[in-house]
């Protein structure tokens, strides 16, 4: 009866009231334009906002700055810097000044390709910086690297603009095997541009298991991509493909990014590349929406919160897999006829 059947509904919400947990918010519907892709036809570009969802409490993972700071300190705490170069970077940092110079500048001290003594100690900066991910992992950021996996699985591509190895460690504890490749190994990065290293993560700045790949000055890609064929084939996927920003805000200005994907391809409006953002600020979002379209990307909201990217993404992930398994139809099969048979068939 109607009563009995409303008080049982009173008592849920009450329990669940109780629990703690609050009632669920509406989900957020997905964009046509985009649930309908396949996974082929994607290229994920994961930024520091997913490795900092991953993994909260490493600093390094959260921002260049804090990247930085943790190289600085690890080079401190093994006596690598004179006092009066300390300080330099210290204020520096403090002033946040040209943080990509500083960088530069640091890793010059510190880097392989010098011949002073410091050099070797790069490798240790950069272990010490990102030691023992493995066990700084938290549960809703593995959702998130569980959806990029997923996707990958049914034959997206992935990049990112990230030195650490979340996803690589994440997948290695699912029993799957990724490889991590950087711009220095022209040979995989052809194969990977051309779809034949699926299970390969390009990281376009390097990855800090391989140093001497590891690019941070905007000429620094120059020296390691001097092949136009490789470079060619990679800014082929821009036209070609659809680019999916995850956790990037602003990595569409990033200079390896520009020179890589935004430089050499005309037409960028003809495009269509999506970007995942929290809606936070609303004239912020406004700003990024209108500053994104002349580059081809459509920017969405995927919450209010961080926390709500995990489920949205989950949820677009189910969709665009199972629809590049059933053959579903596509945005543009979805009006008339053609969506309606191939709809009635599955």
């Not at 120059?222 to 999916?244: A, D, G, P, W």
């Amino acid at each position: 009866n109607w009563m009995a059947s409303n008080a049982s509904l009173t008592l849920d919400k009450e329990a669940l009231l109780e629990d703690g947990i609050p009632p669920t918010k509406k989900p957020r519907k997905l964009l046509p334009s985009l649930k309908t892709k396949r996974p082929q036809e994607l290229v994920l570009v994961i930024g520091t906002g997913i490795s900092a969802a991953v993994a909260p409490q490493v600093p390094a993972l959260k921002s260049w700055k804090g990247l930085i700071q943790a190289l600085l300190d690890a080079a401190i705490d093994f006596d690598l810097l004179e006092d009066e170069e300390r300080k330099k970077f210290q204020k520096c940092l403090r002033e946040d000044k040209n943080l990509i110079h500083v960088a530069h500048d640091l890793i010059q001290k510190l880097s392989p390709r010098t011949s002073n003594v410091r050099s070797t100690f790069f490798k240790d900066c950069l272990y010490e910086v990102f030691d023992d991910l493995e066990s700084k992992m938290e549960d809703t950021g593995k959702q998130l690297l569980q959806s990029v996996l997923h996707l990958m699985e049914n034959g997206a591509l992935v990049l990112t603009t990230n030195f650490d190895n979340l996803l690589e460690i994440y997948a290695a504890d699912q029993g799957k095997q990724l490889e991590s490749l950087d711009l220095t190994d022209e040979k995989k990065v052809l194969e990977w541009a051309q779809e034949k290293r699926k299970l390969s993560v390009l990281h376009i700045h390097g990855v800090y298991t391989n140093p001497s790949g590891i690019v941070l000055h905007p000429a620094g890609y120059q020296n390691v991509l001097r092949n136009t064929e490789v470079m060619r084939e990679i800014q082929k996927l821009y036209e070609t493909k659809s680019f999916l920003f995850l956790g990037c805000g602003w990595t569409v200005d990033d200079t390896t990014f520009q020179a890589l994907f935004l430089e050499a391809v005309k037409h960028k409006s003809d495009l269509e590349h999506f970007m995942l953002v929290r809606r936070g600020d609303v004239d912020e979002f406004k700003k990024l929406r209108e500053n994104m379209l002349d580059k081809g990307i459509k920017v969405i909201s995927y919450g209010n919160e961080y926390a709500d990217l995990p489920e949205y993404f989950e949820r677009l992930t189910d969709e665009i897999s199972n629809r590049g398994r059933a053959g579903l139809p596509r945005e543009g099969q979805l009006n008339g006829m053609a969506g309606t048979h191939t709809e009635m068939k599955v």
